[in-house]
């Protein structure tokens, strides 16, 4: 199942007996909706800008 880290909003896959036991431990809420789940991995794939805006600085150096 997927869950959500509650302090950085980070979304993992775990088994159903490990998401179980990190929500129990506190950290960890159950991630249940999955759109926006893809959504969010789509956009994480593109801050490639911050290697294009990285590239001029060094050019320019």
């Known amino acids: ?6 302090t950085t909003g980070t ?3 775990a088994s159903d007996d490990r ?3 990190l929500i129990a431990e506190g950290h960890w809420q ?5 759109p ?6 789509t ?3 593109k ?6 805006t990285a590239n ?3 050019g320019a150096v």
């Open 30 to 34: 159950p991630a249940n909706t999955k």
């Open 11 to 13: 979304i993992c896959h």
């Open 36 to 41: 926006k789940n893809t959504k969010t991995t």
């Open 19 to 21: 998401a179980q036991q």
């Open 47 to 52: 801050p490639k800008t911050t290697k294009a």
């Open 1 to 6: 199942m997927r869950i959500q880290n509650t």
């Open 56 to 58: 001029p600085t060094n």
């Open 43 to 45: 956009r994480k794939t």
